[in-house]
């Protein structure tokens, strides 16, 4: 309750948010959350006040004191010191970034911190059992489904977000689902691969 | 069994590889039983549960955030940088420009050029104007853009085929050579055309290739006292150390480069960027640790590439496929220093095949882009992509199967080296003939014609092959083995684990010579500071350079070991020999020591064993080969192609961990597929000089979509025994090599279309089917 009472503390247009950004906010676009609350009344947020959120990552909640314009990206690495989500591009293109919010996966670079607010959010730290890995990632493990890692925490994150919603994916909906994450390795192929063995591994589990 | 399971050695009873005399060379690996076997990586629970901590990831107490102003012009003269307003923006703690002092310092973009790390001449879009730290990137990146520069717009070339026409902007006061046409020639280039039945010739090119590598380039600096610790996303943190130290004026010994995770490189990360300087002279202004990686934008602009190659190809061959002529030019461009523009492409022409009459021309020329690094492979792909099409067009000509007109023509030794020195091993022929088997490459030939009948959708198949000019390693490398009380091993290397498995692979020759599981073997690494000095990992030539060192440590552990247990049982070494975890007579299975009860090893708590990396073989050359094989289904409508299958075989020497080998070919296919067909950079030469698709939405890497449905591994196991201790050869750049070039050929198969231009895309295709298909 206390959360929703938060969340309406905050409101704010996208054209005046942005208009007060500058040349960053051109990389940085309103989801649907946020366009909700362009609706409800008219109040400008400054992009650099700060301003106190609540997130809940991972099962835990967290209060903090965040710039309006930080990404969730940046405020998980830099403030949360959960480091799993990577920085690729910072544009939405690459994936490196992704994280499970209320199950699907998004891009944390292109999410403000702030409109994250009322969300579940998992990432990959949060798919682990204690030390445990989970069914994705030990699938990713056995598969050899990386080469230099750093785009793994991504698509762990997106192939664990297409099996919540498609545990039996297809061979065509494994590609479509893994296509919003870039590997410059080149390790799609075991990247595949790893998918339908998560697959056989939750259904064992 | 419970035991075992756990324990420090995989089975008490197994017999451990036999131990040469100190002084003397191992034996050949027989039968193995680690190497050459499927073992998951041993970091990578590390890397799927996101506690591996790359530089990028690092935080570090009362860090702040770098940013680089960068030229927007391909070509200015700065006359001015006004920092006072971005000063006073809040959270930021340090600005530096040319008007600093201790940033009045030269750069060295290649051997021979020095220039000003703030210089006012930028000569390309992305050189340095000024860097900034702040508390937060958004502070920082808000004081850079409240910097106030005035330009000097000069006039700019960015097309590499108009640079030494008369009139053309200068990049360098001397003009846009940057040095004399480089030239080659064996035997007689005429008699050879003159003897042949085919004359072929063509003209090729390849656009220019981007690395954007994941982890964007930068690092985490701070200055403990006078020491300055780097952790930087590098392929090799000794070439790092010397370039900061050089740069800035500190002995080797002040510069500690960490670089234990890193999110790719492909060349791009083999020395330190001026990135790297900046973010030192950042943290040492603030006296806090400063970290600066930098956009992906920027990494499209100034951190190398893989430059465009314009080639002319000429090819001479007789009716029974011997090859007599090869005439080739190439003109190329590093950008606007010298950074071997056109370095390698004519290798494979020079010495993949055999051919007595060969000529090569090199012109490397300046132009307003950001300099080049190696690329995977640097110049082969290029060279393979006009070559490789060329051997099929004369396969085609005189009426020999593609594979066998190759097979007709392969060496035994280098042609262009002098001296003509043999190859150790060569296993193209097993590439070829096994690759084909493999492919089915003869029966799909047919099949394909029957299905290219009638429709617009039209399969072909396609093949090309190569060598790879490095790849065998050397020296030097040092490896220290610590063997702990209880047998465990600590294993201490200076390289990086790019991503390739490096790691692994230095495990498993551990866990094969002292029959220890890899899983009790740690390893420290990649640390200037506390590891032993290694080469950067590039040149696929990691594993043959490292491996044979671990092995020599490893083995000089157990002669060690062999003398203490000697000591114990008062007998002579040469009657001892490792069995399981024990040490036992080889007459008397009664007279034995558990290794762990070795009093000498008790008594010191560890045994430490050297390896060094021996010399290559004298007048011999060391160089993996490949093949590669595939099918395609072209839309001649759309201009579309799609890749069905792809097959690569590869002779790398023994092969060491199948499972990271399979990767490392499925990923330079797939990179080889982008090299292709998606990948261009694309500089407005008309209006503005200025790279037009410097993002990953626009500057396209190959995705899931794009991948082939069926991809194999066809490992070529030759154990190169000549080659070094362990028979390894490398592996990570023949893998991309022939790629490009066997797609083009699969979709000349399937149209008739030769396409001698990258990247294989719609827009291209689309256009070049409707005229020449038109009249079909």
């Not at chain 2, 952790?231 to 080797?252: C, D, F, I, R």
């Not at chain 2, 010399?615 to 595939?630: I, L, R, S, T, Y």
């Not at chain 2, 190169?720 to 050869?729: L, P, R, V």
Request: a neutral charge; charged letters at 20%; proline letters at 5%.
């Amino acid at each position: 309750m206390e959360e929703d009472n938060k969340n309406k503390h905050i409101h704010l247009t996208r054209r005046s948010f942005f208009s007060t950004m500058g040349m960053g906010a051109a990389t940085v676009v309103a989801s649907n959350n946020l366009a909700a609350w362009a609706s409800e009344e008219n109040k400008v947020m400054d992009p650099t006040e700060p301003t106190k959120i609540t997130l809940k990552i991972n099962g835990q909640t967290h209060r903090i004191l965040v710039e309006p314009r930080w990404s969730l990206l940046f405020v998980l690495r830099e403030h949360l010191g959960l480091s799993a989500a990577k920085t690729g591009c910072e544009r939405g293109e690459c994936g490196a970034c992704t994280v499970l919010i209320d199950n699907v996966p998004r891009y944390a670079c292109m999410t403000l911190a702030v409109e994250a607010q009322g969300t579940e959010i998992v990432t990959l730290e949060g798919l682990m059992k204690g030390e445990e890995l989970g069914h994705v990632q030990q699938a990713f493990l056995e598969q050899d489904a990386f080469q230099c890692g750093y785009c793994t925490p991504g698509q762990i994150m997106a192939a664990d977000g297409l099996l919540r919603s498609n545990p039996k994916p297809t061979d065509g909906e494994i590609r479509k689902g893994m296509s919003g994450n870039l590997c410059r390795c080149g390790a799609y192929h075991n990247i595949f691969q790893a998918v339908n063995r998560a697959v056989e591994l939750k259904g064992g589990g | 069994m419970k035991q075992d399971e756990k324990g420090v050695y995989y089975a008490k009873d197994i017999f451990v590889t036999e131990t040469p005399e100190p002084g003397k060379d191992p034996k050949p690996w027989g039968k193995t039983a680690v190497i050459g076997k499927s073992q998951s990586r041993i970091d990578a629970y590390e890397r799927v549960s996101g506690t591996a901590v790359y530089p990028s990831d690092l935080s570090l107490p009362n860090m702040l955030y770098g940013a680089i102003l960068r030229c927007p012009h391909p070509h200015a003269i700065i006359k001015k940088v006004d920092t006072s307003r971005a000063n006073k923006m809040p959270g930021v703690l340090a600005i530096i420009s040319a008007a600093t002092s201790e940033a009045d310092i030269y750069w060295s973009y290649s051997k021979d050029v020095k220039t000003k790390l703030f210089d006012p001449h930028c000569r390309f879009e992305g050189e340095t104007i000024a860097a900034v730290a702040a508390q937060t990137p958004y502070q920082a990146s808000d004081a850079l853009r409240s910097i106030q520069v005035d330009y000097q717009i000069l006039p700019y070339i960015v097309d590499e085929q108009n640079a030494l026409e008369s009139g053309a902007t200068k990049v360098h006061e001397g003009g846009n050579l940057v040095k004399p046409e480089e030239t080659y020639f064996r035997g007689d280039i005429e008699k050879g055309f003159a003897q042949a039945d085919v004359v072929l010739e063509e003209s090729y090119r390849t656009e220019c290739q981007v690395h954007t590598p994941m982890e964007p380039h930068g690092c985490v600096a701070y200055w403990d006292g006078d020491l300055l610790v780097i952790h930087e996303s590098t392929q090799g943190v000794y070439s790092v150390q010397s370039n900061v130290a050089q740069t800035l004026g500190l002995p080797l010994s002040k510069v500690r480069v960490i670089g234990h995770y890193m999110g790719g490189g492909f060349g791009s990360k083999l020395v330190a960027g001026k990135y790297t300087v900046i973010t030192a002279l950042l943290a040492k202004r603030t006296g806090r640790p400063v970290k600066l990686f930098l956009t992906r934008e920027e990494t499209y602009l100034c951190t190398g590439n893989r430059p465009p190659a314009n080639m002319t190809l000429k090819a001479g061959v007789k009716k029974d496929g011997t090859l007599t002529a090869l005439d080739f030019s190439v003109t190329g461009t590093g950008g606007a220093y010298p950074a071997g523009g056109t370095a390698l492409v004519d290798w494979l022409i020079k010495d993949l095949y055999t051919c007595p009459n060969v000529s090569t021309k090199a012109t490397d020329v300046y132009i307003n882009t950001g300099p080049a690094r190696p690329f995977r492979a640097p110049g082969h792909p290029q060279g393979a992509w006009a070559l490789e099409q060329m051997m099929d067009a004369l396969a085609e000509a005189v009426g020999i199967d593609p594979v066998q007109l190759r097979l007709k023509n392969i060496p035994s030794y280098s042609q262009a080296r002098e001296g003509n020195p043999p190859y150790t091993t060569t296993g193209l022929k097993d590439c070829l003939e096994q690759g084909a088997q493999a492919f089915r490459w003869n029966e799909r030939k047919k099949e394909i014609e029957g299905f290219n009948s009638s429709k617009h959708l039209r399969r072909g198949v396609g093949m090309a092959s190569c060598l790879w000019i490095a790849g065998g390693g050397g020296p030097p490398s040092t490896i220290i083995l610590k063997l702990f009380s209880d047998g465990s091993v600590n294993l201490n290397m200076g390289a990086s684990d790019i991503g390739t498995g490096t790691k692994t692979v230095m495990a498993m020759v551990v866990a094969e010579e002292l029959n220890v599981r890899t899983e009790m073997i740690q390893i420290e690494h990649a640390d200037t500071g506390t590891t032993q000095y290694a080469t950067p990992s590039g040149g696929s030539k990691t594993v043959p350079t490292e491996t044979p060192a671990v092995r020599s440590a490893a083995i000089n552990i157990k002669q060690q070991l062999l003398q203490m247990a000697a000591d114990d049982l008062k007998t002579q070494v040469s009657t001892l020999h490792f069995n399981g975890d024990e040490i036992v007579a080889k007459n008397d299975n009664s007279i034995k020591i558990k290794i762990s009860e070795i009093s000498g090893l008790k008594k010191r708590g560890v045994v430490v064993g050297i390896g060094y990396r021996g010399p290559n073989p004298e007048g011999k050359v060391v160089n993996p080969f490949a093949a590669q094989f595939c099918e395609v289904e072209v839309n001649t409508k759309t201009g579309e192609v799609r890749i069905i299958d792809f097959l690569g075989a590869n002779d790398s020497g023994r092969v060491m961990d199948r499972l990271t080998y399979d990767n490392q070919v499925y990923g330079g296919i797939t990179m080889g597929i982008g090299f292709a067909m998606t990948e261009v950079r694309i500089l407005d030469s008309n209006d503005t000089g200025k790279m037009l698709n410097r993002n990953w939405h626009d500057y396209k890497l190959p995705t899931a979509l794009d991948m082939p449905p069926h991809m194999e591994s066809l490992p070529i196991d030759l154990p190169d025994t000549e080659a070094n201790i362990t028979g390894a050869k490398g592996l990570g750049e023949p893998v991309t090599i022939p790629t490009a070039a066997a797609i083009a050929n699969a979709v000349y198969h399937a149209t008739g279309v030769r396409i001698r231009k990258t990247p294989l895309n719609p827009t291209q295709l689309s256009m070049i089917f409707s005229e020449h298909l038109k009249e079909k």
